[in-house]
């Protein structure tokens, strides 16, 4: 695979020449976009020596073959690490005043950044801003770590480790770290499925973020789920060979966006009679089925052509609600396919009647899915954060595994315990 890795001028740059080694270790051909601040940390020589390939930032060397087009035309994948804030805002602004910038504005394929930088800066609402419109646009920027910073600073901002970054950004391309047998790229930058990984050949399909009930046709019933869990399980499964559906119920543009760059498909839906349609109809050749859409349980029960207005003076006219069905109960109790795997999620919070495990047990009984991921929610934890917990039970309510990190690592702790239990094709 044809890889480009972009390095701005940070301190952490020096963490860009041990992800160069472990990109050319997997077999990928690696050339390096650096700024000429990046310079100032890292030497081109030291790149040179291990890309095998000539090292300029500048738009003016090689002319003849126009490599400012050319480098981006040709790549299955751009990688920044770091990305700094300064960065970011000239990539956010569609700036092109070096070969770096000038690449990201002709590549067609998937790109990752990882921000590196302090706390200040990464959390200043112009960082936040550029963030948002890169990820709109479609490109990934996966979230600092949090650590020792330059200086005695801590928090926020620091590089994530190049082996996680590789992991991520290898995933969208639906190749597997360690290079040899994983799906390859095509040539507009979507994986084929070549045989590698455990669920190769398998069909999959997951749904994510929240439905939202009409109340009228401005005003909805619906939940804080982002959607994030469901977008990464569908992103490991891709990774591990899977031909991924993803319904997505309210997503944001760019978590879309980045299933659409490795070739899954998804059915954007919004209520959960529309999700309950979309999963059904996928699921039928599914070996594996993932609810971790947070599905509403009530709807209103007439929904008013006109905008309910409100009447001064009076309070507000009740809204009669029904039962939505409960999609999960559903696929693990008909089994629309043979040795169909079902995979359900519980959000809950402890309460007097019980823990959230003591929870979370019940409904895995209840609902009969072969397997349960249950996480605590609320209080920062859960929902529209890059981490997440889960304790995964069995159909009896028995635990079979735990899994905790960031979204994608949980993922892939629930593809591990799916894949103990998939029959064989």
Known sequence: MRILLGVSGGIAAYKSVLLLRLLREQGHAVRVLPTAS??????????????????????????????????????????????????????????ADDL?????????????MAPAMHTEMWEHPATRANVATLRARGVVVVEPASGRLTGADTGPGRLPEPEEIARVALALVGAAPGGPGAPAATDDGAATDDGAGDLAAR???????GTREPIDPV??????????????????????????????????????????????????VETA????????????????????????????????????????GEGPAPIELVQNPDVLAELAHQRLRAGQVVVGFAAETGDAEGTVLEHGRAKARRKGADLLAVNAVGGGRGFAVDTNEVTILDGSGEE???????????????????????PAT
């Open 100 to 112: 770096l910038t000038s690449t990201l504005l002709t590549a067609r394929c998937p790109v990752v």
């Open 203 to 209: 069909r999959v399909v997951v749904s994510a973020g």
């Open 273 to 312: 009679a529309q999700l309950r349609s979309a999963v059904r109809e996928a699921a039928g050749a599914a070996d594996v089925v993932v609810m971790a859409a947070a599905v509403a349980d009530f709807r209103p029960a007439a929904v008013p052509d006109a905008k309910i207005k409100k009447v001064p």
């Open 38 to 95: 990046a310079l100032q940390f890292v030497g081109a020589p030291t790149f040179e020596a291990l890309s095998g390939e000539p090292v300029t930032p500048e738009v003016f060397e090689d002319v003849a073959h126009v490599p400012h087009v050319a480098l981006g035309q040709g790549a299955d994948l751009v990688v920044v690490a770091p990305a700094t804030a300064d960065l970011m805002a000239r990539a956010a602004t569609g700036r």
């Open 400 to 422: 079979v595994a735990r899994a905790s990190g960031t979204k994608r690592a949980v993922a892939d702790g629930i593809w591990d315990a799916v894949a103990d239990i998939l």
């Open 219 to 268: 005003r909805f019933i619906g939940n804080r789920s982002s959607g994030r869990q469901g977008v990464a399980l569908a992103l490991a499964a891709r990774a591990r060979g899977a031909q991924v559906t993803l319904v997505a119920a309210n997503l944001d543009v760019a978590l879309t966006a980045q299933a659409r760059a490795v070739g899954i498909d998804v059915a954007d």
